[in-house]
């Protein structure tokens, strides 16, 4: 991709890419989205473009090793869009997802003084496939809900024997002591601001970071947001119902997983013809998936390899060719969306909820 110019004309010309925000088209709820790069601006700012609306914000954090320049770009960006916020902090980054937590949680403690209603938390090639309008109005379905996917860690990627214990001040007596579960799923999730605010409200999340952030472990980054969740500690916007074994499709990340063959092979069975750690990387013949999926993020798309999902995905925005909304009927398949839709009601019952209803 070419280098493009940096002055505040022609970013907010880019970004906005020909639509006017001027017309009163507000949006009812807002989105945080929350993103590590570590690749070229230009491709980041695709993405940016693809999803902006400036009742949104937009936090991004760096990696260390980065020759590229996009820390100063994003700076430069930040300085011309007051919904763009940089995180100061350089991470040191790797494939096997040390820091990733940190840097994500770091911004979204920066955009607590923001209005928004749901953070997206993605990294440097996730792409998100629903527009402005469309992540508002899934916002105002889920309410105070997360979305997130849960199953159980691999052996060695946490220390098991650690003290796995909450230890904090505002955790509820009875549970101060009681070592954490240990849960992994993605590291794209779908959080409410009710639960962020009630973690940074109750938590110290130093402790907890620093074990699961050890060098020697790999898919760190998997298992902070799923554990915080799952482990009953008194925070608001938190399932407590014991549905992690009830797992339907989840809406938050499609992968396109290339399945392991019995000769211990990898098949290039994908649309794409192209895979990354038993991913198949998404490229144009992902598009007509694109229009029909419930996903919100797709992973993973890599600039690399091909930019044409990322370019079109933002001109099918700007037509309106995306008209596939997940709808509450849909949501009713998530025992948390249920459970978080019943407390908001008043009727909540432990004892009576059922998680496959």
Known sequence: MRNVSM???????????????????????QIAFIRNVYTVYEFQEILLSSNYHPD?????????????????????????LPNIILNPIRYDFDSWGHQQNRAQFKCLEMVMDRKWDHALILQNNDMVLKPAEHLSELSELLNYTNGMYFESPKEGWYIKDADWTPAESGVPLDILY???QI??????????????????????????????????????????????????????????????????????????WIQQGTNGTYHPDCKSKFERHWICIMGVEYLPGFIETNFVIGNKILDSFDVGPAICLKEMFQQDRIKKKITRVELQNFPQFREMEIKYNGTYEKNDFRCGE
């Open 7 to 29: 002055d505040c004309e022609s970013i907010v010309k880019r970004v906005f890419d020909g639509r006017d925000f001027s017309r009163g088209n507000n949006l009812k709820r």
């Open 183 to 256: 849960w992994k799923g993605f590291n794209e999730v779908i959080v409410s601001r009710t639960f962020i605010e009630s973690i940074f409200d109750k938590l110290n999340l130093e402790r907890i970071m620093n074990l699961f952030d050890r060098k020697e472990l790999f898919g760190v980054d998997e298992m902070l947001f799923q554990t915080l969740y799952r482990n009953y500690l008194g925070l608001d916007g938190q399932s407590i119902s014991n549905c992690t074994n009830f797992v339907p499709n989840t809406i938050e990340r499609w992968t396109d």
């Open 178 to 180: 009681k070592p954490l």
């Open 56 to 80: 949104n914000v937009y936090c991004y954090s760096v990696d260390n090793k980065t020759t590229t320049g996009i820390f100063e770009k994003i700076e430069k960006l930040s300085g011309c």
